[in-house]
T-cell receptor, first 114, second 112 residues
Framework: QKEVEQNSGPLSVPEGAIASLNCTYSDRGSQSFFWYRQYSGKSPELIMSIYSNGDKEDGRFTAQLNKASQYVSLLIRDSQPSDSATYLCAVKADRGSTLGRLYFGRGTQLTVWP | DTGVSQNPRHKITKRGQNVTFRCDPISEHNRLYWYRQTLGQGPEFLTYFQNEAQLEKSRLLSDRFSAERPKGSFSTLEIQRTEQGDSAMYLC??????????FGPGTRLTVL
């Protein structure tokens, strides 16, 4: 059973601060990693994908991947109240009989207060 | 590109009834996935299709659940003899073989 663990929330930061969201995964062979944002009552919305070790930046969002440590993170710079949501870490099964499915963590609830 | 669509968006049913949900994927995507999400949890995989072939089913998918994708386009998920434990958000996602998965708005099922 592939496990995806996210830092327990909720996480609360002031507007303008950096929010840091963390995720670890159990399958060392995983190659594809995703961060989804989910507003209350809505479906997950893709924010970032990352496949290689290092950092990947997209606007205020930076995803970081360390395959040796089986660790992936998401940094949100200049946090805004509109960033308040649950952030889901997902790892894609890249091989074997489960090829293609996503394994999700439980999510970290982020609140950005004005 | 109209995105992934799902119908109905909400369904309330009584225990023991059958329900059917529909998912229309992004038109050029040949892979279609079903997930289920309960409150406070991440989505859990149920099943997926490549074109019309159902390639994998989770152990979560009991024999009361069946999914089809008859012509490799839209898909349906049927739950027979619903139970209160089936209450959840049912999410559909689609992708091309090497692309990321994009989710539809979901169908929220409430079983009374």
């Amino acid at each position: 059973q592939k496990e995806v663990e996210q830092n327990s929330g909720p996480l609360s930061v002031p507007e303008g601060a950096i929010a840091s969201l963390n995720c670890t995964y159990s399958d060392r062979g995983s190659q594809s990693f995703f961060w989804y944002r989910q507003y209350s009552g809505k479906s997950p919305e893709l924010i970032m994908s990352i496949y290689s070790n290092g950092d990947k930046e997209d606007g205020r969002f930076t995803a970081q991947l360390n395959k040796a440590s089986q660790y992936v993170s998401l940094l949100i710079r200049d946090s805004q109240p509109s960033d308040s949501a649950t952030y889901l870490c997902a790892v894609k099964a890249d091989r074997g009989s489960t090829l293609g499915r996503l394994y999700f963590g439980r999510g970290t609830q982020l609140t950005v207060w004005p | 590109d109209t995105g992934v669509s799902q119908n109905p968006r909400h369904k309330i049913t009584k225990r023991g009834q059958n329900v059917t949900f529909r998912c229309d994927p992004i038109s050029e995507h040949n892979r279609l996935y079903w997930y289920r999400q309960t409150l406070g949890q991440g989505p859990e995989f149920l099943t997926y299709f490549q074109n019309e072939a159902q390639l994998e089913k989770s152990r979560l998918l009991s024999d009361r659940f069946s999914a089809e994708r008859p012509k490799g386009s839209f898909s349906t998920l049927e739950i027979q003899r619903t139970e209160q434990g089936d209450s959840a958000m049912y999410l559909c996602a689609s992708s091309s073989p090497v692309d990321t998965q994009y989710f539809g708005p979901g169908t929220r099922l409430t079983v009374l």
